[in-house]
């Protein structure tokens, strides 16, 4: 905790407080970000996720909140880019497609 709250504040001219930071920690642990352990009296938290993992997790998010939003549409943009890939790639990322 006191190593993020350091990191973040070497790179501000106003520092965030301890508190909104652990606030900020928390609520990230709640949602399954990062895991919280108990070392004696002080929380050590560690990301739960690899930055591939997480990456993965939140373009499914912004590809599901985007058809939701535009349905149809959207799927043809998507259709219109990959269309416009070059072979290997296109090949390459339905290979991917069928592994997940």
């Given amino acids: 905790m006191r190593e993020a709250l350091g990191a973040l504040n070497a790179a ?17 642990d709640e949602k399954g970000l990062l895991k919280r352990e108990r070392d004696g009296r ?3 938290y560690r990301p739960a ?4 993992e997480y990456r993965d997790r939140r373009a499914a998010a912004d590809v599901d ?5 535009y349905e149809d549409e ?5 259709a219109r880019r990959l269309a416009s890939l070059d ?14």
């Fill in 74 to 78: 959207a799927l043809v943009h998507f």
């Fill in 49 to 52: 996720l690899t930055a591939e």
């Fill in 87 to 100: 072979p290997d790639r296109r090949r390459r990322l339905q290979r991917l497609a069928r592994r997940g």
């Fill in 65 to 69: 909140d985007l058809l939701d939003r």
């Fill in 12 to 28: 501000e001219d106003r520092p965030r407080a301890y508190t909104t930071v652990l606030t900020i920690m928390q609520r990230l």
């Fill in 42 to 44: 002080t929380d050590v």
